[in-house]
């Protein structure tokens, strides 16, 4: 079982807000990095530190944190939002800083 | 622009090894921790090694005694030699780069900023 946990698995209607979590004891001290994977394709960053957008990642995505739960938010679901997407971050022994992703959660916009 | 590709990938009987190769352009290959992070048919991503730009490696307690990463900057290259293969490593091997940043509170953040496509790699008989 992974260090960080996600739901399998969420659905958001069309330009509605959807908000996607992930928990773990390290979130406490550490940030969380997110990943949206189409199928076939490789991961993509989407957001990094406490809420980072690498150029070309929309606006509607942000990200945020409390406790212990990271959070990745999309404003306004679109149609290619639809994919898989993971968070990142130090596992439990502390020694590694990108040493666990959470299960996944899969989005689906209806 | 940066690209990472990945090769070597392939079918290989149980206990036997194979070396995944990873070549960077488009940054400073030199400057940059990489990583080898896979992906099982179906599952989500597992972190797999890392490798720092002194040499330093890192694995989980998965991996650890059976694969073994390490790079060649002067070829810009990446590689994963995996011993020992089991049913279980079956899975797209992705090569990638973290980067890093240092937030106003003196957090150093790490994130996978940039992924190859990946190679599979099939542990069979």
């Known amino acids: 079982s992974s260090e960080l946990t996600q739901d399998p698995a969420v659905s958001v209607a069309l330009g509605q807000t959807v908000r996607i979590t992930c928990q773990g004891d390290?979130?406490?001290?550490?940030?969380a990095s997110w990943y949206q994977q189409k199928p076939g394709q490789a991961p993509v960053l989407v957001i990094y530190?406490?809420?980072n957008r690498p150029s070309g990642i929309p606006d509607r995505f942000s990200g945020s944190s409390s406790g212990n739960t990271a959070s990745l938010t999309i404003t306004g679901a679109q149609a290619e939002d639809e994919a898989d997407y993971y968070c990142?971050?130090?596992?439990?022994?502390?020694?590694?800083?990108?040493?666990?992703f959470g299960g996944g959660t899969k989005l689906t916009v209806l | 622009e940066v690209q990472l590709v990945e090769s070597g990938g392939g079918l290989v009987q149980p206990g036997g090894s194979l070396r995944l190769s990873c070549a960077a352009s488009?940054?400073?290959?030199?400057?940059?921790?990489m990583h080898w992070v896979r992906q099982a048919t179906g599952k989500g991503l597992e972190w797999v090694s890392a490798i720092g730009t002194a040499g330093d490696t890192y694995y989980p307690g998965s991996v650890k005694g059976r694969f073994t990463i390490s790079r060649e900057n002067a070829k810009n290259s990446l590689y994963l030699q995996m011993n020992s293969l089991r049913a279980g490593d079956t899975a797209v091997y992705y090569c990638a780069r973290t980067s890093r940043m240092i937030t106003f509170g003196g957090v150093i953040v790490y994130y996978f900023d940039y992924w190859g496509q990946g190679t599979l790699v099939t542990v069979s008989s």
């Open positions: 390290s979130l406490r001290s550490y940030y």
């Open positions: 990142n971050s130090r596992d439990s022994s502390g020694n590694h800083p990108w040493g666990v």
């Open positions: 488009g940054f400073t290959f030199s400057s940059y921790d």
């Open positions: 530190g406490k809420n």
